[in-house]
């Protein structure tokens, strides 16, 4: 099966796609490496801006059978499962702070997060997503949870988290 694992950039894609993909015997990779090695995309700045229907295609005809699919674009590419992580955006902020995100930056992916961007997206894309709140889980927690779903036969399971709430507790984040 081809899993891809999306979300806003610090909610734990990296580190769950590698447990996930360990855990599976699955293939391992993610967007951004496979975009420089394919040189698919243009370097805008410090960041490099990826065609996703360029990267779709190619990858679609690229990778294993057996791959777990890391990054946040990765809902893009054609794939038998979406698995979209979500964080509380107030750990969301706090980890990109740590990671020298500009502020600016901070508050977009923030924002997203608050406002479930990247669920919207995915389904969009695809039909079997599946949205895991990683709040308060291990990285080992939620990947057997996101095991014993799909083992289980789930195909589809959104709409499981509603920010709202927090917007007091992260409207610092969000000012520009
Ligand atoms: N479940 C978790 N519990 C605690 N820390 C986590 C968890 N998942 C990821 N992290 C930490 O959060 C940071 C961002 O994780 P990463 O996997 O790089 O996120 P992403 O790939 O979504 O940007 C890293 O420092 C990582 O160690």
Known sequence: MRIAITGTPGVGKTTVSKLLAGRLGYEYTSVKDFAVEHGIG?????????????????????????????????????????????????????????????????????????IDEILVEALEENENVIEVDTTGKTPEEIVEEIVHLLEGGVKRRVGIVDWSDRFDDIVEYLRR
């Open 42 to 114: 243009k370097r805008v700045g410090d960041e490099i801006e990826i065609d996703v229907d360029e990267l779709a295609e190619i990858m679609d005809e690229t990778i294993g059978k057996n791959v777990v699919i890391d990054g946040h674009l990765s809902h893009y590419v054609p794939v038998d499962f979406v698995i979209v992580l979500r964080a509380d955006p107030k750990i969301v902020a706090q980890r990109l702070i740590e990671r020298d995100y500009l502020k600016k930056k901070v508050g977009e992916n923030v924002e997203a997060e608050l």
